[in-house]
């Protein structure tokens, strides 16, 4: 594991995204609440939250860091789920890891909960969109 002891403590944010696409079917039983696995969006939208906070039990060499913030949002939109997930912490290194791991984990959930209607759905475009604090400034993907 890099040593980062030496880094100054800083606020750091960080933004990711992805995505589920599905047949117009599935979506439509997402957002009617027929899934029978239950609400999709809640149930993912607290996988999100939850894998953040376990990032570093899943990713090796990943630094543990005392979290202040977590967002995840799930948006029905054309053939697709859009996922969006923005870490908080004060700490020594980036959130970037835990803001991909929550969009990774909450697509995944959308695709556990749906997979018994369509198995065809693809996770698609899951990526670090944004960043700010600590030594190397501030990044925002060109979208």
Do not use: F, N, W
Not at 77 to 90: K, L, N, P
Not at 104 to 117: E, G, I, N, Q, R
């Amino acid at each position: 594991m890099v040593d980062v002891s030496a880094k100054a403590v800083t606020a750091r944010e960080a933004t990711a995204r992805g995505r589920v696409v599905m047949q117009p079917e599935t979506l439509a039983l997402i957002v009617e609440g027929r899934v029978p696995k239950g609400d999709v969006l809640a149930t993912a939208r607290l996988a999100g939250i939850m894998a953040a906070k376990r990032t570093s039990d899943l990713i090796p060499l990943c630094h543990p860091l005392p979290l202040t913030g977590i967002e995840v949002t799930l948006t029905p939109s054309d053939g697709a789920v859009d996922i969006e997930a923005t870490v908080r912490t004060t700490a020594q290194t980036g959130v970037e890891m835990e803001a991909l791991t929550a969009v990774s984990v909450a697509a995944l959930t959308v695709y556990d909960m749906c997979k018994a209607a369509e198995r065809t759905m693809r996770i698609e475009a899951v990526r670090l969109v944004a960043k700010s604090g600590g030594a190397s400034g501030d990044y925002r993907a060109d979208e």
